[in-house]
T-cell receptor, first 114, second 110 residues
Framework: EAQVTQNPRYLITVTGKKLTVTCSQNMNHEYMSWYRQDPGLGLRQIYYSMNVEVTDKGDVPEGYKVSRKEKRNFPLILESPSPNQTSLYFC?????????????FGNGTRLTVT | GQNIDQPTEMTATEGAIVQINCTYQTSGFNGLFWYQQHAGEAPTFLSYNVLDGLEEKGRFSSFLSRSKGYSYLLLKELQMKDSASYLCAASSGGYQKVTFGTGTKLQVIP
């Protein structure tokens, strides 16, 4: 089944403790992206990647890191999480080989930083 | 810059028709997506408009006016399962930049 898989689904952590949220897609998509979703603010892009070893900042990259060593994986790293990073996170992928290629989203990771 | 506006909430009756509007100001605009998101779930793709006009897909239709920076999603024969948030999103700059509106939460009542 074609899908984007994120792990974990839920994560509670403390301020300053490094964490990684994994994202993997099995559709051979070139493009991958991370979003955070907060009430009243909608989905905001954190980082995106057009291909292996090619990443770029989205609208809210501060406090996050990403890597794209393999086409299928695009982990999101929080080196020193803070409470304002408490949010619902979505990974998405797309072939983006044409304008109408939609984003395929993972099921989300709900992160709480205390 | 990118700016997308859509109403925060709407309520409609089962069996009725509802129109959800979206206005955008996006440099390098390519096209306009609509996604549906049920509470606690991932967004799923509904439609994409790149040319002016109406695109119909079953009970759902989407309209775009590039000159006015305006789109709407039309839902006909509303069902209770259509209660969800509807996200308007503009693609720009070679497709990889997708900016989302804050979403419209639609409640369908009996």
């Amino acid at each position: 089944e074609a899908q984007v898989t994120q792990n974990p689904r839920y994560l509670i952590t403390v301020t300053g403790k490094k964490l990684t949220v994994t994202c993997s897609q099995n559709m051979n998509h070139e493009y991958m992206s991370w979003y955070r979703q907060d009430p009243g603010l909608g989905l905001r892009q954190i980082y995106y990647s057009m291909n292996v070893e090619v990443t770029d900042k989205g609208d809210v990259p501060e406090g996050y890191k990403v890597s794209r060593k393999e086409k299928r994986n695009f982990p999101l790293i929080l080196e020193s999480p803070s409470p304002n990073q408490t949010s619902l996170y979505f990974c998405a992928s797309s072939p983006f080989d044409r304008g109408d290629s939609p984003l395929h989203f993972g099921n989300g990771t709900r992160l709480t930083v205390t | 810059g990118q700016n997308i506006d859509q109403p925060t909430e709407m309520t409609a009756t089962e069996g009725a028709i509802v129109q959800i509007n979206c206005t955008y100001q996006t440099s390098g605009f390519n096209g306009l997506f609509w996604y549906q998101q049920h509470a606690g779930e991932a967004p799923t793709f509904l439609s994409y408009n790149v040319l002016d006009g109406l695109e119909e897909k079953g009970r759902f239709s989407s309209f775009l006016s590039r000159s006015k920076g305006y789109s709407y999603l039309l839902l006909k024969e509303l069902q209770m399962k259509d209660s969800a948030s509807y996200l308007c999103a503009a693609s720009s700059g070679g497709y990889q930049k997708v900016t989302f509106g804050t979403g419209t939460k639609l409640q369908v009542i009996p």
